[in-house]
């Protein structure tokens, strides 16, 4: 039973628009979660990440937002840019280790 | 800082060879991580270190044997490799738990 959930597995937007990335979990002890930004060819980077008390944590461009009655949490990214094209994992960290998600490919058309 | 390195970075093997992944860190983080990528899918753990010395099984753990005998490297054997385990290789490391990893490059291993 996968316990982290990327329902879209790619999303395309337009330069300057908002990206909006989502991810659903289902294991209620989770509490962390991280997302991670991924090139071709390298390996995951650290964006951003937030915890299981708070609801919302902003850096940049990017926001994290986490619904936890819904299990639900999404990466917000405004304005998009083309640099920003790349596969982005959630993850959701327990007892010991983290829970990756199957990524979402952004495309940002310039 | 060289931050966390993999070696090799690309390999082929044939079905039955070993092979070992090397994995080191120089951030002196307590956790490390393998994980395995195959395309379309997530990061599925294989195993992890809480710390030098200690392993413990992650999601895939079967095919595969993990040592952390120093704390800044973390070693991943195949001792009979199969075409199942072709795949991307991913070594981690951080700080502690909860935390952020930091990932290596990546392997890309091959077994015919």
């Known amino acids: 039973d996968q316990q982290v959930k990327q329902n879209s597995p790619s999303l395309s937007v337009q330069e300057g628009r908002i990206s909006i990335l989502n991810c659903d979990y289902t294991?209620?002890?989770?509490?962390?979660f991280l997302w991670y930004k991924k090139y071709p060819a390298e390996g995951p980077t650290f964006l951003i990440s937030?915890?299981?008390?708070?609801d919302k944590n902003e850096d940049g461009r990017f926001t994290v937002f986490l619904n936890k009655s819904a299990k639900h949490l999404s990466l917000h990214i405004v304005p998009s840019q083309p640099g920003d094209s790349a596969v982005y994992f959630c993850?959701?960290?327990?007892?010991?280790?983290?829970?990756f998600g199957d990524g979402t490919t952004l495309t940002v058309k310039p | 800082n060289a931050g966390v390195t993999q070696t090799p970075k690309f390999r082929v093997l044939k079905t039955g060879q070993s092979m070992t992944l090397l994995c080191a860190q120089d951030?002196?983080?307590?956790?490390m991580y393998w994980y395995r990528q195959d395309p379309g899918m997530g990061l599925r753990l294989i195993h992890y270190?809480?710390?030098?010395?200690?392993?413990a099984k992650g999601e895939v753990p079967d095919g595969y044997n993990v040592s952390r005998l120093k704390k800044q490297n973390f070693l991943l054997g195949l001792e009979s490799a199969a075409p199942s385990q072709t795949s991307v290789y991913f070594c981690?490391?951080?700080?502690?738990?909860?935390?952020?990893?930091?990932f290596g490059p990546g392997t890309r291993l091959t077994v015919l």
């Open positions: 981690a490391s951080s700080y502690g738990r909860p935390d952020t990893q930091y």
């Open positions: 294991n209620s002890m989770f509490d962390y």
């Open positions: 937030i915890s299981s008390i708070k």
């Open positions: 993850a959701a960290s327990g007892i010991g280790k983290s829970t």
């Open positions: 951030m002196n983080h307590e956790y």
């Open positions: 270190s809480v710390g030098e010395g200690t392993t």
